[in-house]
């Protein structure tokens, strides 16, 4: 009996061992309350520790209080967002915060309470769920009379289990009533859908920690005419089709000009020789022709003057002014001999042909 009666004195922690489940953002408060008994004299010593759930690793301390000091650095991923609710820890309240939670912080969190002779510890497991937001409302199909779609409702995120629930918010028509047993789902089937159909909807998404909705407009209507339709598309591909080619042959054309360019200027400047000058030409031509009057004699200067130098190109003569056409004229013999001329005797012919 005096046993029994000296453990229910001892220091003991009254918070019971729970589970605890807050959103993402959240704060968390993690209970710990203890009680003292008049043996334990000792200093008071209070731990928190924490058992990640994604690895194997031993506990690691979270925050301490030892020494009537406070340590908040231990744990990286939580430095600055952990806390002691109570500013006199004496008093038997060892609860913390954990601010701005994240999915990291999910796992078991242990709180140790030490006053000589006295120790005591509870564990608290913390879950972080994240709540339904972003949900998008959407028909999956054509909003036609007589067609089959689907109503579709799509959180873009949110910790599951997710629950859903779709009402019609407009008219007084009841819904079909093949829509009764999918009005929890997250996707309705409509089959032969008509008119009657048409209305605003809602869908909420709901977990554990929060929910979010989003509406939806149906509209059903008749069908369209999808021969026009289907004119109108291979028109519109055809009248590309063809503009594609009129830029294609436009462009073609353009480069075939421009290559016949760069092709008659290449020859202009390669191949065409220079222009012969005009008075160069009629001044050996002359010259030709005194050369040639040096070695005859003087008996035939006359006949060589009035047909040789008849014979000179008109053409040059014609497109040089510069140098006028002289008269026939006789050349005396002793002109021709300063000229350089050679003296040749040529042999006479009678009448009947006899050489003299």
Request: proline share 7%; glycine share 6%; with cysteine.
């Amino acid at each position: 009996l005096f046993i029994l009666v000296y453990f229910t004195r001892s220091l003991s922690i009254t918070t019971p061992e729970q589970m605890i489940e807050k959103a993402r953002g959240e704060t968390a408060y993690l209970p710990c309350k203890f009680t003292l008994s008049p043996e334990d004299q000792g200093p008071l010593d209070i731990e928190w520790l924490i058992s990640p759930a994604d690895n194997q690793v031993v506990d690691q301390v979270i925050i301490l209080y030892s020494g009537d000091k406070m340590y908040d650095d231990y744990y990286p991923d939580l430095k600055g967002r952990v806390h002691f609710t109570s500013n006199d820890l004496k008093s038997g309240d060892a609860s913390i915060n954990v601010t701005n939670l994240q999915l990291s912080d999910i796992g078991t969190y242990q709180c140790k309470v030490k006053k000589a002779p006295g120790v005591a510890n509870k564990k608290f497991q913390l879950v972080v769920l994240v709540k339904p937001s972003g949900t998008r409302c959407y028909v999956d199909g054509s909003e036609e009379i007589g067609n089959d779609f689907k109503l579709k409702c799509e959180p873009k995120e949110g910790s599951l289990p997710l629950q859903y629930e779709w009402q019609k918010l407009s008219d007084s028509q009841k819904l079909p009533t093949s829509w009764l047993s999918e009005m929890t789902s997250s996707i309705i089937s409509v089959k032969n859908a008509s008119s009657e159909f048409s209305g605003t909807y809602s869908c909420t998404v709901k977990n554990r920690v929060g929910s979010d909705q989003c509406l939806l407009r149906l509209n059903v209507v008749p069908p369209s005419n999808k021969a026009g339709l289907i004119a109108g598309a291979i028109i519109g591909i055809l009248l590309a089709l063809v503009l594609i080619g009129l830029i294609i042959f436009c462009c073609h054309k353009k480069r075939r000009e421009e290559k016949y360019e760069k092709e008659v200027h290449h020859d202009i400047r390669e191949d065409v020789p220079p222009p012969k000058s005009r008075t160069s030409t009629a001044r050996s031509y002359i010259g030709s022709n005194h050369s040639s009057l040096g070695s005859m004699s003087p008996s035939n200067m006359e006949g060589y003057s009035k047909t040789q130098y008849n014979q000179v190109p008109s053409e040059d003569f014609e497109r040089t002014p510069q140098s006028p056409t002289l008269p026939p004229a006789k050349v005396a013999a002793p002109n021709l001999s300063r000229m350089g001329a050679v003296p040749v005797m040529i042999p006479a012919q009678s009448k009947d042909g006899s050489i003299v």
